[in-house]
């Protein structure tokens, strides 16, 4: 014989069952979250009742957040997340299909996509707007420019997968882009380049994949002392020649370990720590 605690069925003499992580989140419906813990005090957690969102908001993965679901939309409040809860069209009236304006926000694709054609994909409108993560995006079909940040510090783009641009990634600033991470993305088939700095130092770019690119896989101007790490930059090509990655005179100093790539202009890469050709 037993007992049901918290929907677990228990046998006769133990006390009571654990039905989640003290601390873990999960929604409530769409419009709230429930915070496991003890809250009857015997030792034992459970989902607690459940907190509302705020207005405007909706439960995702257990936290608040707010739903994009469609082009045009700016994203203008710092310290929030905003998720994509759908494939979302850019269209003559929203170009830029998203835009950014305030700092630490987080933009999560949620596995969703941006479809062109536009001018850019999501883009930060000023300098000033930092410390923004961009995550788990699709941007497809012939974007001017797929991710484009104007402010260039303290930024995380990683997971993302960018086709059909003219540039996929795009760092510039006139004021310098620095303590960036791009991680672990996919660029193809860029008319220009998978990955442009511009003013760019100190700059962390690793496990990224760019290939099939029509231009360079990666153009710097005017950057230094960045980390190039673990990145697959391969069969990108001008005219029947490989051309992985592009530096100009202002490009000195950046350090290369573990890459693949086939050739690169200008940029004095060592193949001895850099030993891998593209396939």
Do not use: H, M
Request: with cysteine.
């Amino acid at each position: 014989a037993g007992t049901c605690n918290n929907g677990v069925c228990v046998s006769s003499g133990v006390g009571c069952v654990s039905v989640c992580t003290s601390g873990a989140k999960q929604c409530s419906g769409t419009s709230g979250y429930q915070t496991c813990g003890d809250y009857n005090s015997d030792s034992c957690t459970e989902w607690g009742t459940a907190t509302a969102c705020s207005s405007g908001e909706i439960c995702s993965s257990g936290e608040c957040v707010i739903g994009v679901t469609s082009c045009g939309v700016l994203l203008d409040q710092a310290n929030k997340k905003y998720v994509l809860t759908q494939d979302i069209t850019a269209s003559p009236s929203s170009p830029t299909c998203l835009q950014i304006t305030a700092s630490d926000i987080i933009l999560d694709g949620n596995n969703k996509k941006i479809t062109g054609p536009g001018t850019v994909g999501v883009r930060s409108v000023s300098s000033s707007f930092n410390g923004i993560t961009i995550e788990n995006l699709a941007i497809e079909s012939s974007f001017t420019v797929g991710i484009n940040l104007l402010g260039c510090n303290n930024n995380i783009i990683q997971k993302n997968k960018i086709t059909g641009s003219d540039l996929g990634i795009s760092f510039l600033s006139d004021s310098g882009c620095s303590n960036n991470q791009i991680i672990d993305n996919e660029v193809t088939d860029s008319l220009q380049a998978g990955i442009s700095l511009t003013n760019a130092d100190s700059n962390t770019i690793e496990k990224n994949i760019l290939k099939d690119n029509r231009g360079f896989g990666i153009i710097l101007t005017n950057s230094k002392n960045n980390n190039f790490k673990d990145n697959y930059v391969c069969v990108n090509s001008i005219i029947l020649s490989f051309n992985d990655f592009l530096c100009d005179s202002g490009s000195a100093s950046n350090s290369y370990t573990g890459n693949t790539f086939t050739d690169e202009v200008s940029c004095t890469i060592s193949r001895s720590t850099n030993p891998a050709i593209c396939p």
